[in-house]
Nanobody, 121 residues
Framework: QVQLVESGGGLVQAGGSLRLSCAAS????????MGWYRQAPGKQRELVAD???????NYADSAKGRFTISRDNAKNTVYLQMNSLKPEDTAVYYC???????????????WGQGTQVTVSS
């Protein structure tokens, strides 16, 4: 069993910054890609950014130049630094990880429970 736990969400004014963290724990042999997704009310969940175990990154157009994804492989943790936040960034942010189980060797996709980010105008 693997758990992903996010932290760092909250309420911030437009133009402000937040840093999200997501720590994975449990029966982990390795974690391939890790990423951040978000879902605003009435909208589909969308990719914000992801990062491979080697550090290659990919960003949604809306995140480029404002958000930075990083990870600490030793801590099985992924971060999302969000700067110049806009009201349209308001959403629940979910952490995602593609994890190889230590015991079974199987690869599964895991999600965190989500953390609310609210940007006021």
């Amino acid at each position: 069993q693997v758990q992903l736990v996010e932290s760092g969400g909250g309420l911030v004014q437009a133009g402000g910054s937040l840093r999200l963290s997501c720590a994975a724990s449990g029966s982990i042999f390795s974690i391939n890609a890790m990423g951040w997704y978000r879902q605003a009310p009435g909208k589909q969940r969308e990719l914000v950014a992801d990062i491979t175990s080697g550090g290659s990154t990919n960003y949604a157009d809306s995140a480029k130049g404002r958000f930075t994804i990083s990870r600490d492989n030793a801590k099985n943790t992924v971060y999302l630094q969000m700067n110049s936040l806009k009201p349209e960034d308001t959403a629940v942010y979910y952490c995602n990880g593609l994890v190889r189980d230590f015991i079974s060797g199987r690869v599964r996709n895991y999600w965190g429970q989500g953390t609310q980010v609210t940007v006021s105008s």
